[in-house]
């Protein structure tokens, strides 16, 4: 049973960790705010509570268990309403989606129809 | 390190407040592998929170790029050279952090070390030296916060009615937020309660918690609109409260001259000595957090209730 | 396996920052800094546990609060750009 959840865990904190950079890398490589906030969002809604739950099938039952599973929830809670604020927030600052060939210059401009 | 240069060199000021809660935010978790878990936890709470929507804040009054500055920053920078040589200068004489044979570590640390758990009873040696054995610093401390409240009351008070906003707020139709803010906010207000009664034990104490305890409520006024705060926690009552703060923590210094002992002697406030200790510990944790709660928050009020005048 | 997860978080925090730091919008400096917060609540988590700090997970609790709080602040205040604020920018910013 032990040797089931030190696997588990080992995998959850794998996966996690590999989600985490590829959300990072995402973050860096993207080529506009719309996709970087998917890839931000990726790290935060679904790296987050692997690699929390990683965590904590290694711990023994204490009260420190039930502190990471209040962080998991407030993680949960918290993170995807601010990236959905985030992206609503910029779509009324004016920014509109980049869409290949359709608008010219960068990404970012404020497009001429609000 | 790389952060603070570039605070420095960015003349978006929107920018630098951003990598300043990065910053505090790096800071933390230096202290924390240091060890220093209180101080991390202070720092988290008033670099990163409270710093950040302060100076935001302070941003919307001013202009947000830098303007270009008008002398030549040669002498400047020789004067900062020259004191801060002088400093590394004066460190190189003092004894590595950590050795065991400096002088700090002979006659104070092992006496707070030994005698603590004995005298005070308490497990978390970092509120003990602060409110115990250093208590009348940490009095200090307090009147100085209630000083800076009561400066910058003076000095920009709180607008009566804020300004109606022009325009429609993206907060305004944001009802995901409202909601989760509405959920969050008590267990914000919570969670400030438990690091403060929970300070003995483990890290905590009435500044983070005094700290935390103000954010709970600079959400609300944040999601929901300026000024709607007022309604929950008029200006006048906090004005009152910092001073309740103060007032708690001088009490119980006077209320132990009473009992024929020295100012902030607790052992005088109950029968059995570690008992005395441990009800003045908290009494002087509950005004070190009420003073903090209000002056936080009036500063915040402060600043956020005005508008540019342009 | 912890070892790796924690490596993992910090090039993660590592690439938010260099977005924090290029980023040509601010909210694209908005996202990078609410990201590099989420990792450094996980960073405390996890490091505090390989690391055996002490209260480890207060702070990682506390931090995720004040993470969220602070994104809606620069989110709030950013909103109501004033328009003066455009016309203010020198030209030769950096």
């Known amino acids: 049973m032990n040797v089931m959840l030190s696997w588990l865990s080992d995998a959850f904190l794998l996966v996690g960790g590999f989600l985490c950079i590829t959300g990072g890398i995402g973050l860096l490589r993207m080529p506009d705010f719309f996709s970087r906030v998917h890839a931000a969002g990726v790290t935060e809604t679904l790296a987050a509570p692997l690699l929390l739950f990683g965590l904590l099938l290694q711990m023994e039952w204490s009260l420190d268990m039930v502190k990471v599973l209040l962080i998991l929830v407030f993680v949960l809670a918290t993170n995807p309403t601010a990236t959905h604020a985030m992206a609503k927030a910029t779509l009324h600052g004016g920014t509109r989606p980049w869409v290949k060939g359709k608008n010219e210059g960068k990404a970012g401009e404020a497009s001429s129809n609000p | ?310 | 396996m912890m070892t790796v997860a924690i490596v993992a978080i910090l090039v993660t925090m590592v690439l938010a920052l260099i977005r924090t730091f290029l980023g040509p919008t601010e909210y694209d400096r908005m996202l990078a800094a609410n990201s590099f917060g989420t990792k450094t609540v996980l960073l405390v988590a996890l490091g505090g546990h390989a690391l055996s700090w002490h209260s480890f997970l207060d702070v990682a609790l506390l931090y995720a609060m004040v993470n969220f709080v602070g994104t809606i602040a620069v989110m709030r205040f950013f909103e109501y750009n004033n328009p003066q604020d455009e016309t203010d920018k020198p030209e030769s910013a950096a």
């Open chain 2, 1 to 310: 390190m790389l952060i603070a240069i570039a605070a420095i060199r960015l003349t978006d000021l929107f920018a630098v407040v951003m990598l300043f809660g990065v910053y505090s935010l790096l800071t933390a978790a230096l202290f924390m592998n240091l060890d220093a878990v209180d101080v991390a936890f202070t720092e988290a709470a008033v670099g990163a929170g409270v710093t950040t929507v302060l100076l935001l804040s302070g941003l919307r009054l001013t202009k947000r790029w830098e303007s270009r500055p008008q002398r030549s920053p040669i002498l400047p920078l020789l004067v900062v050279g020259i004191t801060g040589a002088a400093l590394l200068y004066a460190i190189m004489d003092a004894p590595l952090m950590g050795d065991p044979s400096a002088p700090v570590h002979q006659h104070v640390s092992p006496r707070y070390i030994e005698q603590g758990p004995i005298e005070v009873g308490m497990p978390n040696m970092v509120t003990a030296v602060l409110a115990s054995y250093r208590g009348y610093d940490t009095f200090g401390e307090t009147v100085v916060i209630f000083t800076a409240g009561l400066a910058v009351m003076l000095l920009l008070g709180i607008p009566n009615n804020p300004r109606p906003r022009p325009g429609v707020s993206a907060i305004g139709d944001q009802i995901v937020v409202k909601a989760v803010a509405r959920a969050l906010i008590p267990l914000i207000l919570l969670y400030a309660l438990y690091v403060q009664f929970h300070g003995d034990f483990g890290a905590g104490g009435g500044f983070q918690a005094g700290v935390i305890f103000a954010t709970g409520f600079v959400l609300y006024d944040l999601v929901f609109g300026d000024g709607s705060t007022h309604a929950v926690v008029p200006p006048a009552w906090l004005h009152r409260l910092a001073a309740l703060g103060v007032l708690i923590y001088g009490g119980v210094g006077v209320v132990s001259l009473l009992f024929d002992k020295a100012f902030l002697d607790y052992t005088a406030l109950a029968s059995d000595p570690v008992g005395g200790q441990h009800l003045g510990v908290l009494l002087v944790e509950l005004g070190v957090g009420i003073t903090v709660f209000s002056v936080v928050l009036s500063i915040f009020y402060a600043f956020s209730g005005r508008s540019r005048e342009s």
